[in-house]
């Protein structure tokens, strides 16, 4: 299993959440340590207003991978402006939804 984080908008969490696969932009750590997690995590949501964790078996040749809700690990939202991401599991994804309209 490979960790990867993805750049998503409302648009592409309503369809996870309707069942739908999605194609998002994926960064990917450059290493294995925990400032290396970080850097793609804060890439990932520069690029987008949520960022995703995911687990996948095979990365996808590009910039994009596929994914499914079951394959989300985690959704991270910058709630205050702040620059630090909180953290919330896939079983509130109705809240985050409410937050980013």
Same mark, same amino acid.
């Given at each position: 299993m490979t960790r990867l984080y993805l750049s998503a908008d409302a648009t %592409?969490?309503? %369809?996870?959440?309707?069942?739908a696969a999605v194609s998002l932009v994926a960064y990917q750590a450059a290493g294995e340590d925990e400032q290396d997690e970080a850097d793609a995590l804060a890439a990932a949501a520069e690029s987008g207003p949520v960022?995703? %964790?995911?687990?996948?078996?095979?990365?996808?040749?590009?910039? /994009?991978?596929?994914?499914?809700? /079951?394959?989300?690990? %985690?959704i991270h939202l910058d709630v205050d402006g702040s620059g630090d991401l909180a953290w919330y599991a896939t079983q509130e994804l109705d809240e985050v939804l409410r937050i980013l309209s």
């Open positions: %592409a969490l309503e %369809a996870l959440r309707d069942g960022a995703l %964790a995911v687990e996948v078996d095979d990365v996808a040749e590009g910039d /994009e991978q596929e994914v499914t809700l /079951e394959q989300v690990d %985690a």
